[in-house]
């Protein structure tokens, strides 16, 4: 059970990062064609700016996996232990802390950049082609449109 946890861990922070590093998406960025880029906007992020953007969830999925592991050794892991006890209930008052954090910090602000954006020092764009990197350009309005067609 905690090698499995381990992999588990392990696979996903790979899977985030080297995805945003080497295309700035993950495959749910692709299907909804956005994509993560440094702050200039004209590149996807570094492999530290990609490690720093998931930061906060390496650190906290790391604390929570160090505690299940020590409640399996310790025999103490029972139905309902996890949270009974007190590091069990500061790790979920972190999660939910850092949780907020994002949703305030996205929320605040005109590029609707989160807490995890700041740390990295990247933005998400809209109107991305999937794995290319290419914006696609929404159709301006309708009517300035028009007046740029005119002769």
């Given amino acids: 059970m905690i090698a499995w946890s381990v992999i588990h861990q392990v696979v996903y922070w790979l899977y985030t990062v080297i ?22 906007e004209e590149r996807i992020p570094t492999l530290r700016q990609a490690f720093l953007r ?7 999925n790391t ?37 907020l ?3 305030v910090t996205m929320a605040s602000n005109h590029k609707r950049r989160a807490l995890h954006d700041y740390i990295a020092g990247t933005v998400v764009v809209r109107g991305v082609l999937p794995g290319t990197g290419i ?5 301006p309005n309708p009517e300035s449109a ?6």
């Fill in 146 to 151: 028009r007046q740029n067609t005119r002769p």
């Fill in 63 to 99: 604390c929570s996996l160090v505690y299940f592991t020590y409640l399996i050794l310790a025999g103490q892991n029972h139905h309902g232990t996890y949270f009974s006890a007190l590091p069990g209930q500061i790790l979920a008052w972190a999660f939910l802390g850092w949780f």
């Fill in 101 to 103: 954090l994002e949703i």
């Fill in 54 to 60: 998931e930061i906060g969830n390496i650190v906290l």
């Fill in 19 to 40: 995805l945003h590093a080497r295309y700035g998406q993950t495959l749910g960025k692709m299907v909804t064609h956005v994509q993560v880029l440094d702050l200039s």
């Fill in 135 to 139: 914006r696609m350009n929404p159709s």
